[in-house]
């Protein structure tokens, strides 16, 4: 089962200059955002949605991270980024 998703949101100025300068696609994002694979809580307002992907022109998995102000309506991507470091931040008790 997958995480909770968010259907609709809009993405900060900030977030948006975030994912041109590290070559991040808004279609990524929207993949992440509808089907995520892990939804953790990072504070009170504040959750981060994360999947497990394969970029384009990537030989190997990359974990996807959007971070998410939930307090507001709707919901407010803040910032995004792409690691390799994938154990990480897996949390294997958010396991889907």
Do not use: C, N
């Not at 939804?39 to 974990?63: E, F, I, N, P, Y």
Request: overall charge positive; charged content about 25%; aromatic content about 6%.
């Amino acid at each position: 089962m997958r995480a909770e998703p968010i259907a609709k949101y809009i993405i900060t100025a900030h977030a948006a200059f975030e994912m041109a300068r590290r070559g991040i696609s808004e279609e990524l994002v929207s993949e992440v955002m509808v089907a995520p694979e892990q939804r953790l809580l990072v504070r009170t307002d504040r959750v981060v949605l994360q999947s497990r992907l394969v970029r384009a022109g990537a030989h190997k998995a990359a974990l996807v991270r959007v971070f998410v102000d939930v307090d507001r309506v709707p919901p407010e991507v803040v910032t995004v980024y792409a690691t390799s470091k994938i154990a990480k931040y897996w949390s294997p008790s958010h396991e889907s």
